[in-house]
């Protein structure tokens, strides 16, 4: 098994991903908004 094949790897990967974007999205915009 390979860590870049194994869906539970990619998955995680993923979410830290997505969730750094939505941190920094939220950081520069969020505040603004609301």
Known sequence: ???NCH???TGK???LDTG???AR???RY???NK
């Open 13 to 15: 990967q993923r979410i």
């Open 20 to 22: 750094g974007r939505v």
């Open 7 to 9: 869906p539970f790897y």
């Open 30 to 32: 969020g505040k603004r």
């Open 1 to 3: 098994m390979c860590s």
């Open 25 to 27: 999205f939220e950081a």
